[in-house]
């Protein structure tokens, strides 16, 4: 099981299906993050294939400073575990908010790290749709940190020119599958096709 490999410690965060827990490899002494989904809330076939794609998502995507590395990816009878480099920076949001304001240099900087990570996975046929502020972790606490992007939960695979595979059909606000403050009003008013064009805004 995960306890074979890693020391989980102390809980770094939580979400609506896992807990991100501090863990240490035993054999390299290295810090790193693990994210427990339990078993018991994947309650239908759609959950089970959506820690699937994300695992296979990130997986699939190059290496980059500006994405999280997962390390690797096991389960047991309680949990699906993603074992993640360790962000010591805190939220991009978090980090807002405490600064105030950023200034037209520092927030193009954050902004261009943004994009790039869209470049990156839109050039590897990948639409992230929950991009936020709440999705973008420093690497430590530095003021120069590394900008990293993390939860590609609600990630999906697409071809450019084709329709993805997930489309949006709801309607009522309990069957949204993005976080809807931060989505292009559209999206909002009524269900469309997931597109890459999304990720902009």
């Not at 480099?85 to 520092?106: K, Q, S």
């Not at 470049?119 to 120069?144: T, Y």
């Not at 695979?157 to 595979?165: A, C, L, S």
Request: glycine share 6%.
């Amino acid at each position: 099981g995960i306890d074979d490999k890693y020391a989980l410690d102390r809980e770094l965060g939580r979400g609506e299906f896992g807990v991100t827990y501090l863990c240490m490899d035993r054999g390299s002494k290295e810090l790193l993050a693990c994210k427990s989904i339990s078993k018991r809330k994947l309650r239908t076939p759609v959950d089970v294939e959506d820690v699937r794609r994300e695992v296979a998502i990130m997986r699939h995507l190059p290496r980059s400073a500006s994405i999280v590395t997962l390390r690797e990816a096991c389960e047991d009878d309680g949990a699906v575990h993603l074992v993640m480099e360790l962000c010591e920076g805190g939220e991009l949001f978090d980090r807002i908010v405490a600064r105030g304001h950023y200034t037209e240099r520092a927030a193009a900087a954050v902004t261009r790290t943004i994009v790039e990570v869209v470049q990156l996975c839109h050039h590897h046929g990948v639409i992230h749709r929950d991009l936020k502020p709440e999705n973008f972790l420093f690497a430590n606490k530095k003021e120069n940190s590394p900008l990293k992007a993390i939860d590609f939960g609600l990630s999906i695979f697409f071809k450019p020119g084709e329709p993805p595979r997930s489309t949006v059909i709801w309607t009522n606000w309990s069957l949204h599958f993005w976080t809807i403050f931060f989505s292009l009003p559209k999206r909002v008013i009524r269900g469309l096709v997931a597109v890459s064009g999304w990720n902009f805004w």
